[in-house]
T-cell receptor, first 115, second 114 residues
Framework: GAGVSQTPSNKVTEKGKYVELRCDPI?????LYWYRQSLGQGPEFLIY????????DSGLPNDRFFAVRPEGSVSTLKIQRTERGDSAVYLC?????????????FGPGTRLTVT | AQTVTQSQPEMSVQEAETVTLSCTYD???????LFWYKQPPSRQMILVIR??????QNATENRFSVNFQKAAKSFSLKISDSQLGDTAMYFC???????????FGAGTRLTVKP
């Protein structure tokens, strides 16, 4: 079956602009995660959804970052007033259930470049 | 807070040889899970192997095995009979038993040479 997909694969935007990054999880997966991977670093946890609600958003760096999952499937990560420091690969992952019992399946990521 | 350290930014190994990637972590938790992920140039993270901290037996998955030393907070990955397709970034990760925020190390770039 289809894996986790993310669109766009690459996004270039100017400083100060607004961007939306989309994640389509594996069908039936209730848990969805967003990570940010800066150059030369490992992924950094941003936010986790269980169903439609954000169960843990402790990793969001500031209030310019926001994510939604209105129907419990597709999720959108939204970044307002982008800054050059937001440039990174944004990874999405989903798992059948939350927690450590089931594997997180990752998408290929969206590379965001803020000029 | 939990931290994960991978002290080898880059490693290389000859095809068919064995290589070990190091990982240490810091936590005050007693129960937790450890993972090794592979990230090829396609960027898609792939789970290689996982270890539950309460299990004393080291996990194995075909050519991949771990050496889990709980007291030393060490979790190394051994790749036997290395193949060209093993060339990738490898990330060590930690997750609390009750938690959903996986913590990753900075990664080790492994190159398998023909």
């Amino acid at each position: 079956g289809a894996g986790v997909s993310q669109t766009p694969s690459n996004k270039v935007t100017e400083k100060g602009k607004y961007v939306e990054l989309r994640c389509d999880p594996i069908s039936g997966h209730t848990a969805l995660y967003w990570y940010r991977q800066s150059l030369g670093q490992g992924p950094e946890f941003l936010i986790y959804f269980q169903g439609t609600g954000a169960a843990d958003d402790s990793g969001l760096p500031n209030d310019r970052f926001f994510a939604v999952r209105p129907e419990g499937s597709v999720s959108t990560l939204k970044i307002q007033r982008t800054e050059r420091g937001d440039s990174a690969v944004y990874l999405c992952a989903s798992s059948l259930t939350p927690g450590t019992e089931t594997e997180q399946y990752f998408g290929p990521g969206t590379r965001l470049t803020v000029t | 807070a939990q931290t994960v350290t991978q002290s080898q930014p880059e490693m290389s190994v000859q095809e068919a040889e064995t290589v070990t990637l190091s990982c240490t972590y810091d936590t005050s938790e007693n129960n937790y899970y450890l993972f090794w992920y592979k990230q090829p140039p396609s960027r898609q993270m792939i789970l290689v192997i996982r270890q539950e901290a309460y299990k004393q037996q080291n996990a194995t998955e075909n050519r991949f095995s771990v050496n889990f030393q709980k007291a030393a907070k060490s979790f190394s990955l051994k790749i036997s009979d290395s193949q060209l397709g093993d060339t990738a970034m490898y990330f060590c990760a930690f997750m609390r038993e009750i938690g959903n925020d996986m913590r990753f190390g900075a990664g080790t770039r492994l190159t398998v040479k023909p």
